[in-house]
């Protein structure tokens, strides 16, 4: 005898109005009750006026100011209570274990904008090589955008996390345009501080003598078998690291030698492909310091 295949929507059903196959076997559209039949008509005024019928022949009404609506150009959005338990339940099933669990975002709106404090307008700094920058904290900012400018050259963007840096690779003798903006994963709006010129000059210093911050991270983590996890380092001044990674039981599977990391974030791939399943050690070697991360690869 034949095996007869069953498929959730052999034929897409068509959303009704009156909401009598929101949900079950074959429902319709998004299988959501608390939504209303939406068939798909994007325009830019916030309004819906069309003539389209249902199946059974009653008009469609749409919530407009839906996120997942295809009317674009209102305010006020929002998500149904539907829609956001659909989210959770996405969130939190074995397919997303590779979010990381049980954390908040900071959630503080960023709104005020960072003073420069040094160098000074126009102050002549004496080297090119390790330029320290200061500015005034930003309630709310985990981590600030430094952009800085000079004629001939390519706008330099560093990502820092605390209000104090040191700049490397300058060039001597040139004018810099330097402004900061404040932000947090949720909020990266505020706006930028004002423009300050500082002037480099041109001795080198002696980088050696600068407390290097380094702060490392790993994610996601745990990661899925075959996706790439990334090692990121957050640093005041560049540096080279040698990675390794172990098994738990001590067997050496990865190793790459001198990656360069930039001052700012920085991250390095590492691929799962040819891993297994398991705890791994991933050991980070610098001329500063020695640590060791653990990372978990899962089905």
């Known amino acids: 005898m034949a095996t007869q295949l069953v498929l959730p929507h052999p034929v897409e059903p068509t959303e009704r109005v009156n909401m009598t196959n929101c949900q079950g076997f074959n429902c319709g559209g998004d299988c959501l009750c608390d939504t209303p039949a939406d068939f798909m008509f994007p325009n ?18 749409p919530d407009i100011q839906n996120f997942m609506n295809y009317v674009y150009g209102c305010s006020d959005y929002h998500f149904t209570d539907d829609q956001k338990q659909a989210i959770k339940n996405s969130l939190f099933s074995s397919s997303r274990n590779y979010i ?27 080297t090119y090589n390790a330029v320290p920058l200061e500015w005034t904290a ?4 985990d981590s600030y955008l430094i952009e800085m400018t000079t004629s001939g050259q390519p706008t330099r963007r560093l990502i820092v996390n605390s209000n104090t840096t040191v700049v490397n690779g300058l060039l001597p003798n040139k004018s810099y345009l330097w402004k900061v903006l404040g932000f947090n994963e949720y909020s990266t709006c505020a706006g930028f501080s004002g423009q300050k010129i500082l002037k480099t000059g041109e001795l080198i210093n002696d980088t050696s003598v600068l407390t290097t911050k380094e702060k490392w991270t790993l994610g ?18 560049k540096l ?36 297994n399943t398991g705890l791994y050690l991933v050991n980070i070697r610098t001329e500063n310091a020695t640590r060791t991360l653990k990372l978990s690869i899962v089905e």
């Open 138 to 141: 930003v309630p709310g900012a």
């Open 44 to 61: 830019n005024s916030c309004a819906y006026n069309q003539d389209a019928l249902d199946p059974n022949g009653q008009p469609l009404s």
């Open 220 to 237: 996601p983590n745990p990661v899925k078998l075959g996706e790439s996890v990334f090692l990121t380092l957050s640093t005041n001044a």
């Open 240 to 275: 080279a690291a040698d990675i390794t990674i172990f098994t738990a039981n001590g067997q050496l599977v990865q190793e790459r030698r001198a990656i360069d990391f930039a001052q700012g974030d920085t991250s390095y791939e590492i691929e799962t492909n040819s891993l």
């Open 100 to 126: 990381r669990p049980n954390y908040t975002p900071n959630l503080e709106q960023v709104t005020g904008t960072p003073t420069l404090v040094s160098p000074q307008g126009g102050e002549l700094v004496p």
